[in-house]
């Protein structure tokens, strides 16, 4: 079992940044893929960004690379979430994930752990 914890969400105006935390507890944190989802109210759930175990790799969605940036600390059992030019279709609850692998997160699969969300709203 893993449990993640959110934090960092806010009410931010465009153009402003954040970053997202993600505490992660249990079973070995380097050991896990980690990953970013976020839900827009009336919509479904969709894939952020995702970092392997290591930290050597990164995906993204297209729409928010150079935009946002995710990172994790092994030491410290968190992932990150930066976020900058925040624009208002980017408010949404933002969600963190722990996976085996990239692929089990994006397709977020059953065995994904999530965390309970941090709500992000971004005024014009």
């Known amino acids: 079992q893993v449990q993640l914890v959110e934090s960092g969400g806010g009410l931010v105006q465009a153009g402003e940044s954040l970053r997202l935390s993600c505490a992660a507890s249990?079973?070995?944190?380097?050991?896990?893929?980690m990953g970013w989802f976020r839900q827009a109210p009336g919509k479904e759930r969709e894939f952020v960004a995702a970092?392997?175990?290591?930290?050597?790799?990164?995906y993204y969605v297209d729409s928010m690379k150079g935009r946002f940036t995710i990172s994790r600390d092994n030491a410290k059992n968190t992932v990150y979430l930066q976020m900058n030019s925040l624009k208002p279709e980017d408010t949404a609850v933002y969600y963190c994930?722990?996976?085996?692998?990239?692929?089990?997160?994006?397709?977020?699969?059953?065995?994904?752990?999530w965390g309970q969300g941090t709500q992000v709203t971004v005024s014009s």
């Open positions: 970092i392997t175990s290591s930290g050597g790799d990164t």
């Open positions: 249990g079973r070995t944190f380097s050991g896990y893929a």
């Open positions: 994930a722990a996976g085996t692998n990239i692929a089990q997160i994006r397709r977020a699969l059953p065995s994904v752990y």
